[in-house]
């Protein structure tokens, strides 16, 4: 009886060496164990490099010159001389008022004048009968007074009646409507027996210039202040004139394959919306701008001569909606930077505040990259470099 515990207690201690060698032999595994290396990355290096600067708004076309035709006489309209939606020349006819009554008036002018004419004749005749006759007392002072009056009435009669035959003349000529302009003409609101009279409101046609065209645009003044600070402080480079070149997309999406260029800018802010008009000019040889269009414009406002770029696939957002960049430390640490964008150019970016000559930018293995800590980097700024450049 008493072999058994002594052979439960051997079975024991048997047990018990074995786990402590199993213990023994994965602690030696665990310290052979190394730890895995940091995360392999790609960076650029934040350099400058000249960048334009553009701005997209949108915008209307306006024609640079209209005219709208009006009567100037009233009348019944005899012609109409023109097609509808052609092209007229400034000084081309264009309606055709009766001129009956008109000629009648000249001609009546006409013959008063000739009739005050040979009145001054016959009077200045009497008035130098007088004359000696005054002087001899012949007649009396107020005769001739009388005569010479009558005289200066006569002239100013012929005076008077030179004025009606201009007149007359006029109101002649105004039967006929001509061009101020050269353009296109739209519809005619008349047809020939109608009556028009004189200085209506409705036109009668429009005619309207085309070529060239302006665009107005509408910039906000957060914009123009700042683009008033860069050219002052020499950041930007712009046209002697201080022009700059605009592009348009026309409202089908399709580009406008002439350029134009900035004209003025309004010296007055709206108050309702808080922008300043910018107004463009465009040339318009095919008429494919028409007044009243919406347009999309890109106005290339200057170069900036400092600018950073940085790839948009190495931008992302944070809760806020922040833009930040992942930057390299010395130690290669990664840490989480906000920065501020403009416009895109290309695949790029346009930094505008937040990036520095000389930082480091993950752009490859963003996923792998862990703000606060190590990772292995590789230097790709020659390969976005060239990217860039190719597109």
């Known amino acids: 009886m008493p ?35 940091p995360p392999a990355v790609g960076f650029i290096t934040i350099h400058t490099q000249p960048v334009l ?13 209209t005219a709208q035709i009006r009567p100037q006489v009233s009348g019944v309209i005899l012609k109409r001389l023109f097609v509808e939606g052609s092209e007229v ?3 081309q006819q264009l309606y055709q008022i009766d001129p009956a009554p008109y000629q009648a008036a000249y001609d009546s002018a006409v013959a008063i004048l000739k009739h005050d004419e040979a009145q001054l004749s016959a009077d200045q005749a009497q008035a130098q009968r007088y ?13 001739y007074d009388n005569a010479l009056a009558t005289v200066q009435e006569d002239q100013a009669n012929i005076a008077s009646a030179k004025a009606g035959i201009e007149t007359a003349k006029i109101n002649l000529a105004y039967t006929k409507m001509f061009s101020p302009i050269s353009g296109t ?3 005619s609101s008349v047809t020939p ?13 429009t005619v309207t210039q085309l070529n060239p065209i302006y665009v107005d645009l509408n910039e906000s003044t957060a914009t123009w202040l700042r683009l008033k600070q860069e050219m002052d402080a020499g950041q930007l480079e712009t046209n002697p004139d201080g022009s700059a070149k605009v592009t ?11 350029p134009g260029k900035t004209q003025f800018a309004e010296v007055n802010v709206d108050q309702t919306t808080g922008t300043v008009l910018v107004r463009a000019i465009f040339p318009n040889p095919q008429h494919l701008l028409l007044p009243g269009m919406y347009v999309h414009a890109v106005i290339d406002e200057g170069v900036n001569k400092n600018g950073i770029l940085v790839p948009q696939q190495a931008v992302s957002h944070d809760t806020r909606g922040d833009p930040t960049v992942l930057l390299l430390g010395h130690d290669n640490i990664v840490s989480q930077h906000i920065i501020q964008t403009g416009a895109n150019l290309h695949n790029d970016w346009v930094v505008t505040s937040g990036l520095k000559p000389g930082d480091r930018v993950i752009v490859d293995g963003l996923l792998n ?9 590789t230097d790709e700024t020659a390969k976005f470099a060239s990217s860039s450049a190719s597109s």
């Open 248 to 258: 348009l997309t026309l409202e089908d999406s399709t580009a406008y394959n002439l």
């Open 369 to 377: 990259a862990v703000p606060g800590h190590r990772v292995t980097p």
């Open 185 to 187: 003409i739209g519809a």
């Open 193 to 205: 027996g109608a009556l028009v009279t004189a200085d209506q409101t409705t036109a009668l046609a």
């Open 131 to 143: 004359k000696p006759l005054a002087a001899a007392e012949a007649v009396s002072a107020q005769d």
């Open 53 to 65: 600067r553009t701005t997209e708004l949108p915008g209307r076309t306006e024609a640079v010159v």
């Open 89 to 91: 020349k400034a000084g």
């Open 3 to 37: 072999a058994v515990p002594r052979l439960l207690g051997r079975k024991h201690a048997l047990a018990a060496s074995c786990l402590t060698g199993i213990l023994l032999i994965a602690g030696c595994q665990k310290k052979q164990a190394t730890p895995p290396p």
